[in-house]
């Protein structure tokens, strides 16, 4: 989280930047309701140990691709 505000503010023009990272904070604060909505609807059908076995997973991938994306060997 502090690597990502710090390379936000270091990349993005004055002008704009607080508008920028007042988005960031509010998409961030959207999904964190979004995926308990998601999570508990998946848990009526799959276990919660699945489901976070998933979730583990797919911010693995997440990881992996940020690492090895060229914005952030960049930077």
Request: no cysteine.
């Amino acid at each position: 989280k502090v690597l990502g505000i710090t390379i936000l503010q270091d990349k993005i023009p004055d002008k704009i930047r607080g508008r920028v990272l007042s988005a960031q904070i509010m998409l961030s604060s959207l999904m964190f309701p979004l995926s308990m909505l998601i999570s508990g609807v998946f848990a009526q059908y799959v276990s919660v140990p699945i489901i976070l076995l998933v979730a583990g997973f797919i911010m693995v991938l997440n990881g992996i691709y940020g690492l090895s994306s060229r914005v952030v060997s960049t930077v």
